[in-house]
């Protein structure tokens, strides 16, 4: 079993950045797939970024690459997103999810406000 706790969401002027963080518990998170997904008011939940059980594979929603990176640290059970040039439209709840297997896992999630 995994639990995610995610952190790092704040209030940010446009073209600022944020480092959002994903903390997990449980044996198995070393083997978890982990993606990032983010719901704006009004809108269906809408994937961000992944990355492999290894860090070796990673992809990203075409509105956030280039400006968004995902990374993790196995030994620290922690998965981050770097969020650089923010812009408004990125404004939402943004949430960790793991899968493991056939289960599947998600942090309450941490708000993201970009505004001047």
């Known amino acids: 079993q995994v639990q995610l706790v995610e952190s790092g969401g704040g209030l940010v002027q446009p073209g600022g950045s944020l480092r959002l963080s994903c903390a997990a518990s449980g044996s198995d998170f070393s083997f978890a797939l982990i993606y990032w997904y983010r719901q704006a008011p009004g809108k269906q939940r809408e994937f961000v970024a992944f990355?492999?059980?290894?860090?070796?594979?990673?992809s990203y929603a075409g509105s956030v690459k280039g400006r968004f990176t995902i990374s993790r640290d196995n030994a620290k059970n922690s998965v981050y997103l770097q969020m650089n040039s923010l812009k408004p439209e990125d404004t939402a709840v943004y949430f960790c999810?793991?899968?493991?297997?056939?289960?599947?896992?998600w942090g309450q999630g941490t708000q993201v406000t970009v505004s001047s």
């Open positions: 990355i492999r059980s290894s860090g070796g594979t990673r």
């Open positions: 999810n793991a899968k493991v297997g056939e289960h599947d896992y």
